[in-house]
């Protein structure tokens, strides 16, 4: 089966929607959701959308803000780019309807760590849902936008795959997940809006639908990606049995959280000067420190010296999940953990979102863009999903048409149903405790090494599964998040020093001049596996 559409928009989370609002006024848009519209990790998001809107705080202050935290390896001008829109986008989803909590000066803002003033605009303690539910409720409604839920791509068609001599992306290869019917859509112009990888750890503050998806389509399709080194740790993830993923917002230190040893002992003053209120990678890596050093489980974070009713009006979320499982976050601290939450580097783009191949674009957490740098400060990555998806409808709103031309259908003539479905989920388990052992918050040059030869062995059965069996939607994520897997630890292999979020023991310095760490592909064509042949 055949679909067309004006653009292609591969994930359905903040850079995705608002992506196809903008696009859909002119165009006929095709929005991809793996699960459903409000299964993505926007929609997670606690905290809130970081821009300068109070006549206290400046553009120059965030921008210096962004860059202490990246490490000094941001990108000045995407830096500069994102700040200075970033009222500009908050505007537009005011537009849309997003109703962000108020206070009687205004809009309310709150502070996070690595921040030097109040400007995280928020909708109490669930902006993502908020800004989700919004968004979703307009693109339901737009008949302009083709929504399908429950697929997922399994890779880019470019020119290469259609039998022309150029490289252009012309739409991509789909798995229907309720029919396993590939389609083949096409359309002039793609958008990767896949969101980022954190399923590859064992523990992961990310949905089930981070498993670095566009990352791998893009890097097989032959674009550049960089900084994949770079994985934000969240510090503080809610540590108990029956909690899957849950999150305690930056928030929580940014109003007095306070971080402390099972015996009541505050101990962040003695890793940093800004104690709570360091960057996530500080904060992360001091907690780490402690629950290696004394063997803990987890620590706590206690907020409980504030008033319930301010409790109850800032963090009704985070209040009411942890009441549910026996936490009075008024009376008593909360047990947390590091968890994966943020993948900073990714496909590699420039201001107007457009990767090396023509026609392919990115936004949000897939995407290389420079903001963040070597560690992403707290509440920027909803604003530079807003502006990145709006730099790429822009660019794509002033192209010319273009002709698709015949695209190849998928053949699954040579392939088999699997036999054998359990090597699936034994090889995603396997890969994610091996990342969490040895690529996770604290790394040396052996374990990175030992990864790395796991991750081979791992390529080599999950390529050869790919290649001789039906694809299923379980199969195609095992096989992206490999990839994203084996670009992690290539990058923190070329990475000689610690900086931002790569802390290497053997190299603990961190060199005089900052360098993205760029992968390129090689430019010899790699054949393609039974499955994905086209005919």
């Known amino acids: 089966m055949t679909l067309r559409f004006d653009v292609l928009i591969i994930g359905s989370g903040l850079a995705g929607q608002s992506a196809a609002l903008r696009l859909a006024q002119t165009h006929k848009v095709g929005l991809l959701s793996k699960r459903t519209l409000e299964d993505s990790a926007s929609g997670w998001a606690q905290g809130g959308i970081a821009a300068v809107l109070d006549s206290q705080d400046s553009p120059e202050a965030h921008i210096r803000d962004t860059i202490t935290a990246g490490a000094f390896l941001n990108d000045p001008k995407s830096t500069r780019f994102v700040v200075e829109n970033g009222r500009r986008a908050i505007e537009w989803l005011v537009e849309q309807g997003v109703p962000f909590s108020r206070d009687e000066a205004g809009y309310h803002l709150t502070r996070e760590g690595g921040h030097s003033a109040r400007r995280i605009i928020h909708v109490a303690d669930a902006t993502g849902q908020a800004v989700q539910d919004t968004l979703t409720r307009k693109v339901r409604r737009h008949p302009n936008i083709t929504i399908l839920e429950r697929h997922i791509a399994i890779d880019l068609i470019t020119g290469g795959k259609a039998g022309l001599p150029d490289n252009r992306c012309y739409g991509a290869y789909v798995l229907d997940s309720d029919s396993g019917d590939v389609l083949t859509i096409g359309a002039p112009h793609t958008l990767i809006a896949t ?120 963090f009704p979320n985070i209040k009411a999940r942890c009441l549910e499982l026996g936490i009075d976050i008024a009376r008593e601290p909360i047990p947390v953990v590091p968890a994966a939450h943020y993948t900073c580097g990714g496909i590699v783009t420039d201001q107007r979102a457009r990767t090396d191949i023509p026609g392919l674009y990115v936004a949000g957490e897939a995407s290389c863009t420079g903001l963040h740098g070597a560690n992403r400060l707290a509440s920027n990555s909803l604003l530079e999903c807003l502006v990145y998806s709006e730099a790429a409808a822009r660019d794509i709103l002033a192209q010319e048409d273009v002709a698709l031309p015949d695209l190849p259908l998928w053949d699954a003539s040579r392939v088999a149903d699997p036999d054998e479905e359990i090597v699936i989920s034994h090889n995603w388990d396997e890969l994610r405790r091996f990342m969490w052992d040895y690529v996770g918050i604290v790394r040396t040059t052996k374990r990175l090494q030992r990864a790395q030869h796991r991750i081979r062995l791992l390529k080599r059965e999950i390529e050869e599964f790919y290649s001789h069996f039906r694809v299923s939607h379980d199969l195609i994520e095992l096989r992206n998040l490999v990839v994203t897997a084996d670009l992690i630890v290539r990058c923190a292999l070329q990475r000689r020093e610690s900086r931002g979020l790569h802390f290497s023991r053997d190299y603990p310095e961190m060199l005089p001049q900052a360098r993205n760490t760029v992968l390129k592909r090689p430019s010899r064509q790699t054949p393609q596996p039974a499955s994905a042949t086209t005919g």
């Open 195 to 314: 969101g980022g990888a954190g399923k590859v750890y064992l523990y992961t503050t990310n949905p089930d639908t981070s498993t670095g998806d566009g990352i791998a389509m893009a890097w097989r399709a032959g674009c550049r990606v960089a900084n994949m080194e770079f994985i934000q740790f969240h510090p503080t993830c809610l540590y108990h049995p029956q909690a899957k993923s849950f999150l305690i917002s930056e928030a929580v230190r940014g109003e007095g959280g306070i971080l402390r040893l099972p015996d009541g002992t505050r101990f962040m003053p003695a890793h940093d000067a800004r104690a709570e209120l360091a960057p996530r990678d500080v904060v992360a890596r001091a907690i780490d420190f402690e629950m290696k050093k004394r063997g803990l489980d987890c620590v706590y974070l206690d907020i409980s010296h504030k008033p319930e009713a301010f409790l109850a009006e800032h």
